[in-house]
């Protein structure tokens, strides 16, 4: 069974750092795609970033190009959300997903194409 577990989140000021993590267990991962979400009181779950296994390709919302990074440790099975330069709007709780279907080359940035989720991780950022 896939199982994900994010870690990381936390208070910071705007302007801050964090580095979220993503456990991944039950599968190998390194031949699949999976993503970070986020979602805000009362908005809708949003696309943040993918990162394509085998072929180590990336995908960003515009929201956050330039200040984050995915990246993934394919041996750990952990993919990171290095977040910089913080913003109050990047407030959110942060989700992990995985597609469950190997060498998968469509959409990255839609939520209904991943199949499973982690629990979340919350990141409140103080203006």
């Known amino acids: 069974q896939v199982q994900l577990v994010e870690s990381g989140g936390g208070l910071v000021q705007a302007g801050g750092s964090l580095r979220l993590s993503c456990v991944a267990s039950?599968?190998?991962?390194?031949?699949?795609?999976m993503g970070w979400f986020r979602q805000a009181p009362g908005k809708e779950r949003e696309f943040v970033a993918a990162?394509?296994?085998?072929?180590?390709?990336?995908y960003y919302a515009d929201s956050v190009k330039g200040r984050f990074t995915v990246s993934r440790d394919n041996a750990e099975n952990t993919m990171y959300l290095q977040m910089n330069s913080l913003k109050a709007e990047d407030t959110a709780i942060y989700y992990c997903?995985?597609?469950?279907?190997?060498?998968?080359?469509?959409?990255?940035?839609?939520?209904?194409?991943?199949?499973?989720w982690g629990q979340g991780t919350q990141v409140t950022v103080s203006s």
């Open positions: 039950g599968r190998t991962f390194s031949r699949l795609t």
């Open positions: 990162f394509r296994g085998w072929t180590s390709q990336t």
């Open positions: 997903a995985v597609v469950n279907r190997q060498w998968y080359t469509g959409d990255a940035y839609s939520r209904n194409v991943y199949d499973y």
